[in-house]
C-alpha cells in the first residue's frame, strides 16, 4: 500500500497570496490529521478529521487558516492569504482506529511534508 | 496544557554505542508512541505502547511504557549510523481523543 502521499513537496510564494495544501491519506484510515513543524514550536497538531469531519481545530492559528476534506481521500489545507510567519513544513497523517480487548488502537502514519517558504 | 519533556535533546554516541532516552510528564497518558525523522522526511512510527508497564521491541530498539503512565523511553541497542535522526516521543491522554501530544525531539548524531 501507498502511505500517505502529500503534495507539492515544496512551495515557495509571496506575502500575500494563498497556499493550498494536498494529502491523500492511507485508503481505509478513518482519520486524518494536519501538523505544523518549526524549529521553535516542534510538531503542532493543528486540526484533525474523523470519517471526514473536523473535530477539533483547536490547533489552526487564525481565519486565515482552513481545512477540508471533502472525501476520505482527499483533504486540503488552505492559508490566506499566506504571511511569512507561516514558513514552516506541514504535515498529514492519517491513522486507523481499532479496537480489541478493550482497548483503542490509532497509530499515525505520516506524510513526507510540505515545506512552505513564504517570502 | 499538556507538556511532554523529551532528554536528552541531543546526544553524541560512538558506533556501537548503546543509546537512551526518555520522556516524562506530569499528566497520565494512555498510549505513547515513538518515531523517527530522518531530514527531509516525516516522523516514521518505530514503537507503540498501550499498557502500562508494557516492554516492546523492534529489532535493536526497545521501548517501555512507565508504570505510572506518566513516562516512556526508548532504547537503542548497538547504534549504527543509519540511526542517526531525531528521535520524537508522542502520547495521547483519552480513548476517543485522538490528539497526540510530542515532545521536543532528541537528535541523534554519531561520531565517526
Known amino acids: 500500500d501507498a502511505g500517505v502521499i502529500q503534495s507539492p513537496r515544496h512551495e515557495v510564494t509571496e506575502m500575500g497570496q494563498e497556499v493550498t495544501l494536498r494529502c491523500k491519506p492511507i485508503?481505509?484510515?478513518?482519520?486524518l490529521f494536519w501538523y505544523r513543524q518549526t524549529m521553535m514550536r516542534g510538531l503542532e497538531l493543528l486540526i484533525y478529521?474523523?470519517?471526514?469531519?473536523?473535530?477539533?481545530d483547536s490547533g489552526m492559528p487564525e481565519d486565515r487558516f482552513s481545512a477540508k476534506m471533502p472525501n476520505a481521500s482527499f483533504s486540503t489545507l488552505k492559508i490566506q492569504p499566506s504571511e511569512p510567519r507561516d514558513s514552516a513544513v506541514y504535515f498529514c497523517?492519517?491513522?486507523?482506529?481499532?479496537?480489541?480487548?478493550?482497548?483503542?488502537?490509532?497509530?499515525?502514519?505520516f506524510g513526507p511534508g510540505t515545506r512552505l517558504t513564504v517570502l | 496544557g499538556q507538556q511532554l519533556n523529551q532528554s536528552p535533546q541531543s546526544m553524541f554516541i560512538q558506533e556501537g554505542e548503546d543509546v537512551s532516552m526518555n520522556c516524562t510528564s506530569s499528566?497520565?497518558?494512555?498510549?505513547w508512541l515513538w518515531y523517527k525523522q530522518d531530514p527531509g522526511e516525516g516522523p516514521v512510527l518505530l514503537i507503540a505502547?498501550?499498557?502500562?508497564?508494557e516492554l516492546t521491541s523492534n529489532g535493536r530498539l526497545t521501548a517501555q511504557f512507565g508504570i505510572t503512565r506518566k513516562d516512556s523511553f526508548l532504547n537503542i541497542s548497538a547504534s549504527i549510523p543509519s540511526d542517526v535522526g531525531i528521535y520524537f516521543c508522542?502520547?495521547?491522554?483519552?480513548?476517543?481523543?485522538?490528539?497526540?501530544?510530542f515532545g521536543t525531539g532528541t537528535r541523534l548524531t554519531i561520531i565517526p
Open positions: 478529521f474523523n470519517n471526514n469531519v473536523p473535530i477539533d
Open positions: 497523517a492519517s491513522s486507523p482506529l481499532y479496537k480489541r480487548q478493550g482497548l483503542s488502537y490509532n497509530e499515525q502514519f
Open positions: 505502547l498501550y499498557k502500562a508497564g
Open positions: 508522542g502520547a495521547r491522554s483519552n480513548f476517543g481523543n485522538e490528539k497526540l501530544t
Open positions: 499528566s497520565i497518558f494512555n498510549t
Open positions: 485508503s481505509g484510515h478513518d482519520y
